[in-house]
Nanobody, 122 residues
Framework: QVQLVESGGGLVQTGGSLRLSCAASGRTFSTAIMAWFRQAPGNERGFVAAINWINDNTDYADSVKGRFIISRNNAKNTVYLQMNSLKPEDAAVYYC???????????????WGRGTQVTVSS
């Protein structure tokens, strides 16, 4: 099992920045890909960004390219999502996920955190 705990959510003004963190514990060696998803009220959960623990390959949703940066600290088993130039449409609950190497392509993940709320005021 892998446990994921998100933190760093909060309220920010349009144009502002936030950094989310996801701390992983447990059998983290069984996962190669860490990712962020988000879900706003009334919407389905959607992919935001992913990173490969081993080779640092990243993937982003078109809606966040150029504004969000996913990064990792292997020593701390932590993945970050730096969110810049935030827009009201970025407001959502952000979830951390972990999965096998194929997840970078399939976007199907085995482990999920409980989420952290991001609110963007206009």
């Amino acid at each position: 099992q892998v446990q994921l705990v998100e933190s760093g959510g909060g309220l920010v003004q349009t144009g502002g920045s936030l950094r989310l963190s996801c701390a992983a514990s447990g059998r983290t060696f069984s996962t190669a890909i860490m990712a962020w998803f988000r879900q706003a009220p009334g919407n389905e959960r959607g992919f935001v960004a992913a990173i490969n623990w081993i080779n640092d390959n990243t993937d982003y949703a078109d809606s966040v390219k150029g504004r969000f940066i996913i990064s990792r600290n292997n020593a701390k088993n932590t993945v970050y999502l730096q969110m810049n130039s935030l827009k009201p449409e970025d407001a959502a609950v952000y979830y951390c996920a972990a999965g096998p190497p194929r997840a970078i392509a399939t976007r199907e993940y085995d482990y999920w955190g409980r989420g952290t709320q991001v609110t963007v005021s206009s």
